[in-house]
């Protein structure tokens, strides 16, 4: 009877800590810092891209093209000013030598607070950040090819809000998330023109257009099973709503080609017209549903390891030059809390 007890007790103590330790893992898709925490989540990973078959690839020659390796590395920080309010901060960083495109994806940085935590019926916290696309401009090509992308920024700032919700019930938490984000206009960007253009003596050699405020939302679920002290098992499924861009006006101040006589004023006006009207909905828009896997290792209270995968279906908008048939992104997260 003793040792019945004793193996009870020692089994409750055990699930009581695996259950503990749930809700501070920094997998937990609730994770929070706690007052004067800060955390640091660095990660690593390579993806293999194939692209699918818009009017925008096809012209430039890319639709089904095989992009390997796509070096991709992303960071994410917080620091806990109470036990409910912290300041967080996510940013990632894309080279792909394939299509000579390189630059920052993401960048946001702000606050979040927890409304309600896990004592009560669900979790519940509101955050708001600021989008920092707008650091970098911008850049492309124009080419009789069509539009060639530079980097991956949109060159534009803007607001996100958004919330999520959950619970960690001892070993394991389920999680959702809804965002809104809004960008602003403005003309942050650099387009090479390239010469080969028969018309391009009646343009300078770089334009900046002003392109219109735009939206994205983005909703999405994660669950994370917490199966031992050091080991967690987690997965996700987001989808992300990318709307089309458009351009209102050429911002570059164009060259006074009345010298050339009135058929090049006629001319550099009706290519200008005719930019506009292609670039007024620019169907650059898609849709992204990634789902989400990842196994973690408690290297010691502080630190963590995990492997992570993802897989994304793409539906992109006819001259969207971001679909893809294959997008597969495997890689390492180096977790760590001071």
């Not at 609730?30 to 690593?44: S, W």
């Not at 942050?188 to 405020?213: H, M, Q, R, T, Y």
Request: glycine share 8%; proline share 3%.
């Amino acid at each position: 009877m003793k040792k019945s007890l004793k193996y009870l007790v020692v089994a409750a103590a055990s699930v009581v800590s695996t259950g503990a330790f749930a809700a501070s893992n920094m997998e937990n898709p609730l994770y929070m810092p706690v007052n004067r925490e800060v955390y640091l989540k660095t990660g690593a990973a390579v993806m293999y891209k194939q692209a699918d078959h818009t009017i925008a690839l096809k012209t430039r020659g890319l639709d089904g093209k095989e992009e390997f390796p796509v070096w991709r590395f992303t960071g994410d920080m917080g620091y806990g000013i109470t036990d409910r309010l912290a300041l967080i901060g996510r940013f990632g960083y894309t080279h792909d030598d394939d299509i000579d495109r390189k630059g920052m994806h993401r960048g946001r940085i702000g606050a979040m607070y927890r409304v309600l935590d896990n004592e009560q019926p669900i979790v519940l916290d509101l955050y708001s950040e600021v989008f920092l696309s707008g650091i970098s401009q911008m850049k492309g090509t124009y080419t009789p090819l069509g539009f060639k992308f530079d980097n991956y920024s949109n060159g534009r700032y803007g607001i996100i809000v958004g919330t999520r919700f959950g619970k960690t019930w001892d070993d394991f938490t389920l999680a959702a998330h809804v965002e809104y984000l809004q960008t602003f206009g403005n003309h942050n960007n650099k387009i090479a023109i390239d010469p080969s253009f028969p018309w391009a003596p009646l343009f300078p050699d770089e334009l900046s257009v002003n392109i219109k405020g735009n939206h994205e939302t983005c909703f999405g679920f994660d669950g994370m099973y917490q199966f031992s002290s050091n080991w967690s098992i987690g997965a996700g499924f987001e989808y992300y709503e990318h709307h089309d861009n458009s351009v209102k006006s050429i911002h570059t101040k164009l060259p006074d080609v009345s010298a050339m006589g009135p058929m090049a004023v006629g001319t550099q006006n009706t290519v200008k017209q005719a930019l506009l009207a292609v670039t007024d909905d620019m169907k650059d828009g898609w849709d992204e549903y990634v789902v989400k896997l990842n196994v973690a290792n408690q290297l010691s209270d502080s630190m963590q390891l995990a492997v992570f995968t993802e897989y994304t279906f793409d539906d992109s908008h006819s001259m969207s030059q971001n679909g893809t048939d294959v997008k597969l992104e495997a890689g390492v997260r180096f977790n760590a809390r001071f």
